[in-house]
């Protein structure tokens, strides 16, 4: 086992664009989807000078958006809805899904299970290449007549049915997307089954791997009914089908061309049953992401470590069969109803049972205060919020009231952004000196994680007020001129200029980032004395294939931290002195 | 057995800090949350049971949170002083019963609310028989409108057809050759109803998906082009109250603005009779 194959020196298009080295193909990952994540960004701030300033000219680049969009700097309700739909898709299948599986998945994989590369290296790369170019039909929607998407990110027939060019684009782009995803996820999963280590054994595994091997099933059998949907919408937008339109639309006072008979609850069934799994694509990784980090900067094992893993098996079954708890107020039915409400109150079970295994993994433990634990310790009371304003949402009572409100945006965007960015930010923090060799500055981290934590609820908190109020989603104006609204419409332009700071607290990160990779302080191959497998390998690990020196073997579980009578406090994977007896 | 060594105390401000302030966020949240919850003045018969549920919801996750974010603030802040891990690991034993009562407590209270409030409530909204004497509203949404129509003194509505849609004259494409539809009322973006009588809002669309909101009635329910889906609830306040559409429905989403307006059955006799004579 213990053979690493020798490789002739790559030219530099092999070796850095179409790279078939998992680390390079985690970085290209890495790299593109933060600069989406960066540019979803933005389309929010503008959005948001919207809601605090409606109808004010945006200082400085509202001339630069175009006479279609915001003529005198004055934003378009036609361009706060792209906004609003690009955003939503760009943060979520550009941004967060490739930078949690594409990136750390594909950089981290192999090397905590100790394998010299993917299963597929090809097919990795295809991956990201497909992905590029979803990415790049998805920016340059932007460009065409009517701008982008503008039928939310949802899509929801017969408005996207009717939409402008830019959703064929959103349609054209997804397909790609997914696609990605679904040559990604089998990678992953055939990774994980075929090439651990010796001596790996599943229960043996660290969090973030169960972590990764769930999410790659959610992906590979939620995605293909969207990619069916996208397909069907794009027929109906080109081809005269009428898979998702009824007889007899009519349109601006003129009777729909259409030969009818589709369903427009369909596409939703479809869309859903792909965007709740999806939600725990997004939310997985980031778990385990801050289980590497909290055991690592507690210097104690993992409270509950099987607890987790079988709670994230049950998560991911489960969470294929929650997905119409969206849908309570289309018409569906009570029979459906009734369902989807039982299963959505057992689907948080499991969640609870995770989080509070990662909470009571603090307990009497040493913890170390650096920027990556910092984030992963905000990220445990940021999910919880997200997690726990959940419940009023899946019952179908309570949701009457909250539903399409701003209650619904806070609640989720608990869970993705000061929630799963946040643990993104611990994993890039934690993995730096891994594919550098140099860490991030210290004081310039902690300027991050203060700033982003207090702005990310300076945004988010207020939204719940606002929904329980009863202002809903997608106004352009922010629901200004309704009197439901009076009480709390002014939390608006506090929110926003949360939002502003917030993104002021991103540039030391940016600077950082940067800096860092040539002046960081170089560090050796274990710079926090931790105990998994990717540790084992060299820092700044050489890019082509071959990832360790010797193929490592695995004696005992991924988190032995402070075990008694040895005399380090942290005892790795794959050093072979026998571990005492565990009580 | 728990591994127990000696704690040598440490003391990091950062970490001090840090716990205080997550203990203090969970404090000052769930305070200023609490204090600022402005739901819509209530306006309906099962809107009281909606109220109380969402209070138990919001009360019990509060409370979660509150717990949470104490216990997060203590470890954090008890972490932060020790040189050595204290407590490794809980025995097994411990570790599989804390998991089995964590999920038995998270079913109880979501299973428990669920059974305890939500099904008289879902009885109440969802599975109800519409009353004899309910008054019929049919609903045609459009960019950006609520086409609201009355069966007339007949109580039956007339038949309808796309292809009659004229924008000005009969957004709803009422076909008036039919008897019953002769006497059919139409208002744009108004309804009228008798307080205390059981409304039925029969809810269609012509183009896109709609939602019908009524925050003061708690009621929300999306027109679906091709479904009719029915809505049944009491008024039980007078009043003029908003309607909004809360589904993205294109870009006048935001002014797709209504209002309804519940009167005194006297009122509400005049109302119907003047809109007669119109016809």
């Known amino acids: 086992m213990s053979t690493v194959s020798e490789h002739p020196e790559e030219g530099f298009i092999r070796k850095y664009v179409f790279s078939i080295d998992h680390k390079v193909i985690g970085l290209q990952y890495g790299l593109t989807a933060l600069l989406f994540l960066l540019f979803g960004f933005c389309l929010m701030l503008l959005m948001r000078w919207q809601l605090a300033f409606p109808g004010q000219p945006i200082p400085v680049i509202g001339g630069w958006l175009g006479t279609a969009n915001a003529p005198g700097g004055v934003m378009l309700p036609e361009f706060y809805n792209q906004l609003g739909a690009m955003h939503g898709t760009i943060m979520v299948f550009l941004g967060v899904v490739p930078l949690v599986v594409g990136a750390f998945g594909n950089y981290f994989v192999p090397l905590q299970i100790g394998a010299p590369d993917m299963a597929f290296p090809k097919l990795n790369m295809m991956s990201y290449w497909v992905y590029f170019v979803g990415g790049v039909i998805m920016f340059v929607s932007f460009f065409l007549p009517g701008g982008a998407a503008n039928s939310g990110w949802t899509s929801y027939p017969p408005l996207s049915n009717i939409a402008t060019m830019g959703q064929t684009a959103w349609l054209l782009g997804m397909v790609f997307l997914i696609t990605s995803s679904l040559l990604g996820s089998i990678n992953i999963i055939t990774t994980i089954i075929q090439l651990r280590a010796e001596g790996l054994t599943y229960m043996r595994m660290p969090f973030f791997i169960w972590s990764q091997l769930v999410t790659s099933f959610l992906l590979l059998l939620a995605f293909p009914p969207l990619e069916a949907a996208g397909i069907l919408q794009l027929m109906d937008r080109l081809a005269g089908t009428s898979f998702f339109m009824p007889s007899g639309l009519v349109v601006s ?10 369903s427009p609850l369909l596409w939703q069934h479809l869309f859903w049953f792909l965007a709740h799994p999806e939600v725990y694509v997004l939310i997985l990784p980031a778990m385990g992401i801050v289980a590497e980090v909290i055991a690592n900067n ?33 018409g569906m039915g009570t029979v459906m109803s009734a369902f989807f409400q039982t299963t959505t109150m057992i689907i948080s079970i499991p969640s609870v049972v995770i989080l509070t295994a990662l909470l009571i993994s603090l307990w009497g433990g040493s913890i170390r205060f650096n920027t990556p634990m910092l984030f992963a310790l905000a990220f445990l009371p940021m999910f919880g919020i997200g997690g726990l304003t959940g419940l009023p949402l899946g019952l179908a009572p309570s949701d009457i009231h909250l539903h399409d409100t701003y209650y619904v945006i806070g609640h989720f965007h608990y869970v993705v952004a000061p929630g799963t960015i946040f643990a993104i930010f611990a994993g890039i923090y934690f993995w730096f000196p891994k594919i550098t060799g140099r860490r991030m500055s210290e004081t310039l981290g902690k300027v991050h994680v203060w700033g982003s934590f207090i702005f990310m609820n300076g945004v988010f908190g207020p939204m719940f007020l606002q929904g329980l109020a009863g202002v809903s989603r997608r106004l352009y104006d922010g629901g200004a001129q309704y009197s439901h609204a009076q009480g709390v419409v002014q939390f608006n332009q506090f929110m926003s200029y949360s939002a502003f700071l917030l993104f002021i607290a991103q540039l030391p990160f940016i600077f950082n980032f940067f800096w860092s990779m040539r002046r960081g302080e170089k560090v050796g191959n274990n710079p926090w004395q931790a105990t998994t497998l990717d540790w084992a390998a060299t820092s700044s690990p050489p890019l082509g294939h071959g990832n360790f020196a010797e193929i490592p073997v695995v004696y005992r579980g991924p988190y032995e931290y402070s075990v008694p009578g040895y005399e380090e406090d942290f005892l790795p994977q794959h050093v072979a002195t026998p571990a005492p007896q565990e009580g | 057995m728990p591994e127990k060594t000696a704690a040598r105390s440490k003391l990091s401000i950062e970490g001090i800090i840090l716990g205080l302030a997550i203990g203090l966020v969970g404090i000052v949240g769930v305070y200023y949350g609490s204090n600022n919850w402005r739901a819509p003045a209530l306006a309906s018969q099962h809107g009281a049971g909606i109220d109380a549920m969402m209070f138990y919801l919001v009360a019990t ?39 089995i009562a964590l999920g038995v407590l998270m079913a109880l209270i979501a299973e428990g609310g669920v059974v305890a409030i939500g099904m008289p409530v879902w009885d109440e909204y969802f599975m109800a028989e519409t009353p004899e004497e309910a008054l019929q509203i049919d609903v045609f949404a459009q960019q950006f409108a609520w086409n609201v129509r009355y069966p007339g003194p007949d109580g039956i509505f007339g ?42 809002v029969t809810l269609r669309s012509r183009d896109v998906i709609h939602s019908l909101f009524l925050p003061n009635f708690r009621v929300k329910q999306d027109a679906v082009p091709g479904m009719s889906i029915p809505v049944v609830f009491v008024p039980t306040e007078e009043g003029r109250f908003e309607v909004a559409c809360t589904e993205l429905c294109g870009l006048g989403h935001y002014r797709m603005m209504g209002f309804f307006n519940v009167l005194s059955q006297g009122e509400f006799d005049d109302w119907l009779q003047q809109q007669y004579a119109g016809n």
Not at chain 1, 314 to 321: A, E, K, Q, R
Not at chain 2, 70 to 85: A, M, T
Not at chain 2, 190 to 199: G, H, K, L, S, T
């Open chain 1, 298 to 330: 507690t210097r104690k094992p993992l409270w509950g470590y099987k607890a987790m893993v079988y709670a994230t098996v049950w998560l991911g079954f489960m969470s294929f069969i929650v997905w119409a708890h969206h849908m309570f107020l289309t």
């Open chain 1, 253 to 262: 006072g003129q009777v729909l061309e259409a030969a009818g008979g589709g």
């Open chain 2, 159 to 200: 038949r309808v057809d796309v292809s009659l849609i004229d924008e000005m004259s009969n957004p709803m494409g009422i076909d008036r050759s039919d008897a019953a539809a002769i006497d059919d009322v139409v208002v744009i973006n108004q309804f009228f109803v008798p307080v205390d009588r059981p409304v039925e």
């Open chain 2, 61 to 99: 996750t509060g409370s979660m949170f509150l717990i949470g974010h104490l216990i997060l603030g203590y470890l954090i802040w008890n972490g932060s002083r020790q040189e050595k891990v204290t407590l490794r690991l809980a025995s097994p034993k411990t570790e599989k019963f804390m998991s």
